[in-house]
């Protein structure tokens, strides 16, 4: 009997060939095929493992990745939007963060832990949109109930409960109440005050290792009391509307189903992995480096941590890591850790005509960022394509007198573009703008021309 990924994974992705997941990641990163495909080719795999019968598919461990490319080329871009085209738990953490066991430091088991928790608010939330039209209604009834108390029927009467005045009214309340003409009203309800913060007892040499809570050992002590209130019928409404959707998700049933989706789907995008790859005969710090990368190894080997929501495997969750490698390179890192990431895609720097299209093309593409903000002030803003090949000119000049930063460059050069429309724009009597070649000229010339001053500013 084959093994499945949560149904949301399956019926978004499973039918997407590699040629076309790398259709969808070009919609939002410009260019950069080879990690594209890289990407493509694992989350097409996860899909074939599922057809594959149990005792295969343990087997099969995913193949990880490293990117290799200086900052603002798009590595966790990639990695972001892969996860979010699987519907996959996904957690972006730093290297550089974590320390060998015995320092002050995160433990790296906090990453899959971290990702346990968003898994979590994952199926929540996907529960919670499953129930909401019942809890809706719940709330609406609950609500009628507060505007119009019940009375209880005779024994004798409750045949004829159907025609008794008052569920007539309850009619009327309730075609009012969902035409919003009840929303001036108020109403009492019992609102549930915040409980006493939970907090860990500390016994261990991390407090993420503590697994004892105060509010689960005593859950009578900490569950909050309820207060009279008075609310506006929608906010009263929205309330009820939150408790009836909490009553009806089983948070066990989360739990378990977001343990299975982290075990089985779970990405986790390891940056700036460089950073803790100790340098060959080297001293000092870089003994705690190689202690980092031998904490991590046995998690992208495969272990098990302890959540609050259980054990957790790591075997099958898919690791990216990325650096920039100017300083150190692959080899660098302990041979072990090398292995665990079979799969290596170097990313290409970016050049002026990546920056055209990187302001144009994407569905979130800056010029349409920044048109679609000052449209919010009635400002309509055009860009001729003479002074958007201009800013990549100024970008791409920029990041070759000083420090390369990629893509990041457009957005530094972009703000001081329109640093004095955004200021002004609430007060422009000329609502049409339009950026051309001069303008561009005029705003930035002189800055990029000063090396000194575009080292600050740009």
């Known amino acids: 009997m084959p093994i499945y990924l949560p149904e949301t994974t399956q019926t978004s992705s499973e039918s997407l060939t590699p040629r076309q997941i790398v259709a969808e990641l070009d919609k939002y990163v410009v260019g950069q095929h080879a990690a594209k495909r890289a990407v493509a080719i694992a989350l097409r795999n996860r899909m074939r493992r599922q057809k594959l019968s149990p005792e295969l598919a343990e087997e099969i461990a995913p193949k990880n990745i490293l990117m290799i490319g200086p900052t603002g080329v798009g590595k966790t871009e990639i990695a972001r939007r892969l996860a979010r085209l699987a519907q996959s738990p996904f957690i972006k953490v730093e290297a550089s963060k974590f320390t060998e066991v015995g320092y002050v430091g995160r433990d790296v088991e906090s990453m899959v832990r971290d990702l346990v928790e968003l898994g979590v608010d994952m199926i929540r939330a996907e529960r ?6 019942k809890a809706a209604q719940n709330a609406e009834e609950r609500l009628l109930d507060i505007l119009l108390p019940p009375t209880r029927p005779n024994p004798e009467e409750e045949a004829i409960a159907e025609r008794d005045p008052q569920n007539q009214t309850r009619d009327r309340l309730r075609e009012q109440l969902r035409a919003g003409r009840l929303d ?79 075990q089985q789907a779970g990405i986790i995008f390891i940056d700036e992995i460089d950073k803790i790859a100790g340098r060959e005969g080297s001293h000092g710090p870089d003994v705690s480096r190689e202690g980092v990368q031998r904490d991590i190894l046995p998690i992208v080997e495969g272990t098990t941590v302890n959540t609050k929501y259980g054990m957790v495997r790591t075997d099958h ?6 650096g920039a490698f100017h300083v150190s390179k692959p080899s660098d890192l302990i041979p072990e850790l090398q292995g665990r990431f079979p799969i290596r895609v170097e990313l290409e720097a970016l050049g002026k005509e990546e920056f055209v299209r990187i302001l144009t093309e994407p569905r979130s593409a800056l010029i349409k960022q920044y048109t ?32 390369n930063i990629g893509a990041r460059r457009l957005h530094t050069v972009m703000e001081k573009l329109l640093d004095e429309i955004s200021f002004e724009g609430p007060d422009l009597t000329n609502k049409r703008v339009t950026i051309d070649d001069d303008y561009v000229t005029k705003m930035l010339d002189a800055i990029v021309k000063n090396e000194d001053l575009s080292r600050y500013i740009l």
């Open 128 to 133: 919670i949109e499953e129930v909401r039209g």
């Open 184 to 262: 001036a009203r108020t109403v009492e309800i019992d609102v549930r005050e915040k409980s006493f913060p939970s907090f860990e007892i500390i016994a261990g040499s991390s407090v993420e290792e503590v697994d004892i809570n105060l509010k689960d050992m005593l859950p009578g002590l900490f569950q909050g009391k309820t207060k009279r209130r008075r609310l506006k019928v929608p906010e009263a409404l929205e309330y009820l509307a939150h408790e009836e959707e909490q009553k009806l998700i089983d948070m066990d049933s989360v739990a378990r189903t977001a343990v299975e989706r982290v």
């Open 317 to 322: 969750i898919l690791f990216i890591a990325a």
């Open 372 to 403: 679609a903000l000052m449209e919010t002030e009635g400002i309509t803003l055009t860009f001729t394509d003479d002074a958007i090949r201009r800013i990549a000119d100024f970008a791409t000049l920029v990041n070759d007198r000083t420090e």
